[in-house]
């Protein structure tokens, strides 16, 4: 009995694990099976439309004034300063107000010494007139004296020829008389000093070389022989007395003359110079700012003004020896310095419009060739957004320079979205259009977009279905037996999302997303999901 019941359990136990090794063995083998009967790759596809595509640069631009205004003036003295730093302007509003009363005191100085100036020329003029009339009347003697003493010349010398010819009792006449009496009466010099003795000597040798007596025809020309003597000797006396005078011998040694036309010419050199110091005077005034204003809304960033006290830096100021050179000739110290009247480069005030800001990005060889004047920008801060432009590209690339000393930080320079900040680049200028513009900080940076190209309703290819091999670009199409065919394409505007199709592909193609590096051209696929 018990036997049997041993058995009877024996044979129950076995049942039970045979059940339970079909129940666990036979889904084993059905999952076994199922996973070994098809070992093609899992993969993602999409399916190829039209549509638009747009293509943007992402980059970091600065913000800078639209427009600059630097004013600056000449040593003025403030009267009032009506802005602080950082107030907010609008065009023309007064910034400064300037007192211009020192201009208008050296304006008056400068024709007072034009005036005197004028005076001493004047002065000097008729001190010359009247000298001159003086030595033209001694000249005028001295010349007919002389003209008398050539004439006696003449004379005695006819005289003389005569009396060679005549029959006297006795006539002894030194040889070559004539020629000698003749050269040295062209050797005397009339303005010589030492013209009265050498015209004594002259009738001296006269006298001694001729020795005459007897003949009626020889006294005639002896008689008209001692006329011409006489004539000579009176001419000499006059010319001797000529010749005396102090003031005609000051004139020709050249003395008094030259004093006379030094002065005129000093008299003429002060009056153009008093009357370029009242020139530039009057330059000065009116150029000289009485109110600086506004020339555009914005906000001030610069003011170099105080009440009472000079603004900017002291120029040139006019030549001081005009004042000097003057007193020495009127015997007085003049008027003094006429002041500062050239402009300092100093800026007094600085506006930096902030109503109409830009913004400026720099980009390397690369960005740039993706860049053109017109092409849209959008900007974003804060979920704020703003539209512009490219309104400037430069043709010529420069270095950045982080070691200036320029002292506006906003003309400085911005980096690019890529590339090194040492290689060169290109200066690229943006408008910024939108409302809250004046909420914006000039010299803050502002995230941008810049969109380089467009096209609608053109073939779309997700950019992740892109693979490229030694320059070509190519995608794996599905066809209807999920085989896989390696077709190449041209692409064309490329977005983050997708690429515009140019050729090589047509709507409907089924492409793989994401393609591992294992697949090949004709393995089948099995597709898991549609992207």
Do not use: C
Request: net charge negative; proline share 3%.
């Amino acid at each position: 009995m018990s036997q049997m019941t041993n058995n009877r359990r024996s044979r129950a136990i076995r049942r039970i694990v045979a059940v339970f090794l079909i129940m666990v063995a036979i889904p084993a083998a059905w999952l076994i099976y199922v996973r070994t009967r098809n070992r093609s790759p899992e993969v993602r596809a999409a399916v190829l439309s039209q549509g638009n595509i747009t293509s943007v640069m992402t980059i970091t631009t600065v913000i800078r004034p639209g427009a600059i205004q630097k004013t600056s003036v000449g040593r003025q003295l403030v009267n009032q300063v009506h802005v602080q730093l950082g107030d907010q302007v609008e065009k023309g509003d007064p910034l400064i107000t300037f007192d211009l009363q020192e201009f208008e005191d050296q304006l008056a100085a400068a024709a007072e010494l034009r005036e005197q100036a004028e005076a001493a020329a004047e002065k000097a003029a008729e001190l010359v007139g009247s000298q001159s009339d003086d030595s033209q009347q001694s000249l005028a003697d001295l010349q007919k004296q002389l003209s008398r003493l050539s004439a006696g010349l003449s004379g005695a010398t006819s005289a003389l020829a005569k009396l060679n010819n005549a029959s006297p009792a006795e006539l002894v006449i030194q040889e070559d008389l004539a020629e000698a009496l003749a050269e040295q009466l062209a050797a005397i010099d009339p303005e010589s000093p030492d013209a009265p003795a050498e015209l004594r000597q002259l009738l001296e040798t006269l006298t001694a070389g001729i020795q005459i007596s007897g003949g009626e025809t020889y006294q005639e020309q002896l008689s008209a022989l001692g006329q011409n003597v006489s004539k000579m000797s009176s001419s000499l006396s006059g010319l001797t007395g000529s010749l005396g005078n102090a003031d005609l011998a000051a004139l020709l040694s050249g003395g008094a003359a030259s004093q006379l036309s030094g002065l005129v010419t000093s008299a003429q050199t002060a009056v153009a110079q008093a009357a370029q110091a009242e020139e530039l005077a009057r330059q000065a005034l009116e150029a000289a700012v009485e109110v600086i204003y506004a020339e555009t809304d914005g906000i001030v960033a610069q003011i170099n003004a105080v009440k009472g006290q000079y603004a900017g830096t002291a120029g040139t100021s006019l030549n001081s020896s005009i004042s000097s050179s003057l007193g020495s000739l009127l015997g007085s110290s003049g008027t003094g310095s006429l002041g500062s009247l050239t402009s300092s480069q100093t800026p007094v005030v600085v506006i930096y419009d902030n109503t109409r800001p830009k913004a400026f990005f720099q980009a390397n060889r690369y960005d740039s060739a993706k860049l053109a004047v017109g092409m849209p920008v959008t900007y974003r801060q804060d979920n704020q957004t703003w539209t512009g432009q490219i309104t400037y590209k430069a043709r010529i690339a420069s270095n950045m320079d982080f070691g200036g000393s320029s002292g506006d930080s906003l003309l400085g320079s911005v980096s690019s979205a890529s590339g090194l900040s040492a290689e060169p680049m290109i200066d690229l200028e943006m408008s910024l259009e939108g409302e809250g513009l004046t909420q914006l900080t000039l010299g803050f940076n502002l995230d941008a977009e810049i969109q380089t190209a467009s096209a609608e309703d053109v073939l779309l290819l997700p950019a992740e279905a892109m693979k490229k091999e030694l320059g070509e670009y190519y995608v794996f199409v599905i066809d209807s037996a999920g085989k896989l065919s390696r077709r190449a394409f041209v692409p064309g505007i490329q977005s983050e999302l997708f690429a515009e199709v140019l050729s090589g592909l047509q709507a409907g193609d089924r492409v793989v997303l994401n393609p591992t590096n294992d697949l090949r051209d004709g393995m089948a696929v099995r597709v898991i999901a549609d992207g």
